[in-house]
């Protein structure tokens, strides 16, 4: 339902004008930017000052503009193999694994190992257009196309730099350049540093764009993943989004032997996913090894004339393949197939004693629901 609504609340920004509610004290609900701000704060792409503040009219940094991106494009859990080292960006940075995302998905480039990024200076609107339309699949156009449509509207077109003629002329033909409609003539002012508030109108185009037609990196990180593997008949999905319900029952594969008769209550055990789950659909809702750790809940051996041995595992965690560690509560006991008559020999005699082999196969049932993003195996927590 809340999916739903945000799609309802988006929409009307889009075709009706309807401003949403102000998420920050210094925004008007009148103010140009006020719908493309509040949306995208909704949405934990921006975010406002410790005072409550948005400040719409500061500049906006590379390094914050690159994890802006990233996030606006809903590619912040990527994993990139090879990261490009910049001089000025050490994997202590704080937006070093974004930049390396802003890189890896094309919105930026680096000519070689060793250039520099210059994260602390301010992101200026011709970067913030060229990202924007690098995110995006289009049409080639020629040099002379792109002055052609910027001159229509531009009083200082024919003054830009080079580079920018056909990221300009891209982003006009998509509707994408940010004009404030206070500016009393309509300029690109392609090196001027840009606003927090133009960044958050750039910010708003590009993800519109890049639901219709992202590059060819964003593309495949935005498809459902597919494939074989364990059916769990009771998951849903939801746009991007899968769903395993609780109270689902999943095969586990423990990694040591477990007993009974010599096991401990409250020992450690670990195991992993022996298959991928998936929906009905085939989307891959947890991948094949994701590794698996719990506890021992209750232990006790078997004993003749006084029980059946009892051997009752709880899980606690999962850690896929994007090193994510999250919640992954289920319960299983272990128990043995058996005919009528030996159902009847075992209660009557009791003594029966209860093991899982290592590799031995164990059935877990789900505490609670797990939601995963099926584009790129992300857990919700």
């Known amino acids: 339902m809340k999916n739903i609504l945000k799609a309802l609340f988006s929409a009307a920004v889009l075709t009706l004008g309807i401003i949403p509610a102000v998420a920050f004290p210094d925004v008007a609900d009148d103010y140009w930017a006020a719908p493309q701000i509040n949306l995208l704060s909704e949405q934990g792409v921006i975010v406002g000052y410790p005072d409550g503040n948005f400040k719409p009219d500061d500049n906006v940094t590379r390094a914050e503009f690159a994890a802006m991106s990233i996030r606006a494009l809903g590619q912040e859990h990527t994993k990139v193999a090879q990261p490009v080292n910049f001089t000025d960006v050490t994997e202590e940075h704080w937006a070093y694994n974004d930049i390396q995302k802003a890189l890896y998905f094309d919105l930026i480039s680096c000519d070689k190992d060793g250039d520099t990024f210059r994260p602390e200076d301010s992101v200026s609107r011709a970067e913030t257009v060229s990202i924007a339309v690098n995110a995006l699949t289009t049409e080639t156009i020629s040099v002379a196309k792109a002055k052609e449509v910027l001159e229509r509207q531009y009083i200082d077109a024919n003054t830009i730099p080079e580079w920018f003629i056909i990221p300009a002329g891209k982003a006009e033909i998509l509707g994408m350049v940010v004009v404030a409609p206070t500016a009393k003539q309509a300029a690109l002012e392609a090196e001027r540093p840009a606003t927090r508030a133009e960044v958050a109108a750039i910010l708003f185009k590009m993800m519109e764009q890049a639901k219709l037609n992202p590059n060819a990196k ?164």
């Open 218 to 381: 964003l593309a495949e990180a935005m498809r459902k993943k597919t494939g074989e593997g364990i059916v769990l008949d009771e998951a849903t999905v939801q746009g991007s989004v899968g769903t395993i319900p609780a109270g689902t029952v999943v095969p586990i594969k423990l990694t040591t032997y477990i007993s009974s008769q010599t096991s401990d209550g409250g020992a450690l055990y670990t195991a992993s996913v022996p298959q991928n789950y998936v929906t009905k659909e085939k989307f891959i809702l947890i991948r094949e090894g994701a590794a698996l750790k719990g506890q021992l809940l209750d232990v006790r051996p078997g004993k003749y004339f006084v029980r059946n041995g009892v051997l009752v595992l709880k899980n606690t965690l999962i850690t896929t393949e994007n090193d994510q560690t999250a919640a992954f509560y289920a319960i299983g006991s272990i128990r043995k197939d058996r005919n009528w008559w030996m159902k009847f020999v075992r209660w009557a005699f009791k003594g029966e004693s209860l093991e899982v082999p290592a590799e031995g196969t164990v059935y877990m049932e789900l505490l609670q629901p797990i939601r995963v993003d099926l584009t790129n195996g992300w857990i919700y927590e």
